[in-house]
């Protein structure tokens, strides 16, 4: 079992910048390939941005790619989504979530446990 709780969300002017943090419970983490999605209402969960276990593997959803930047320290249990340059579109709830599995991978049903979500509103 894994507990994951994100933080770092917030309200900020479309252009601006924030960072969210997912910290994962165990001592395990280092074996988890991890990744970033996001909820907008009344859509789907849709991927952000994913990192495997040592973090020299990443990939990003083309509308992020060049703005976000997902890493990981494992010495802190931690993974972190650097978001700029954001857009009144990127306005969701971010979720973390971990698989087993060794390879990276974009669709939520091959993620195994969810954080509660931090919520990113981007105003015009």
């Known amino acids: 079992q894994v507990q994951l709780v994100e933080s770092g969300g917030g309200l900020v002017q479309a252009g601006g910048s924030l960072r969210l943090s997912c910290v994962a419970s165990?001592?395990?983490?280092?074996?988890?390939?991890m990744g970033w999605f996001r909820q907008a209402p009344g859509k789907a969960r849709d991927f952000v941005a994913a990192?495997?276990?040592?973090?020299?593997?990443?990939i990003y959803a083309r509308s992020v790619k060049g703005r976000f930047t997902i890493s990981r320290d494992n010495a802190k249990n931690t993974m972190y989504l650097q978001m700029n340059s954001l857009k009144p579109e990127d306005t969701a709830v971010y979720y973390c979530?971990?698989?087993?599995?060794?390879?990276?991978?974009?669709?939520?049903?091959?993620?195994?446990?969810w954080g509660q979500g931090t919520q990113v509103t981007v105003s015009s």
């Open positions: 979530a971990v698989r087993s599995d060794f390879d990276l991978a974009v669709i939520s049903g091959r993620y195994d446990y």
């Open positions: 165990g001592r395990t983490f280092s074996r988890y390939t």
């Open positions: 990192i495997d276990r040592t973090s020299t593997d990443t």
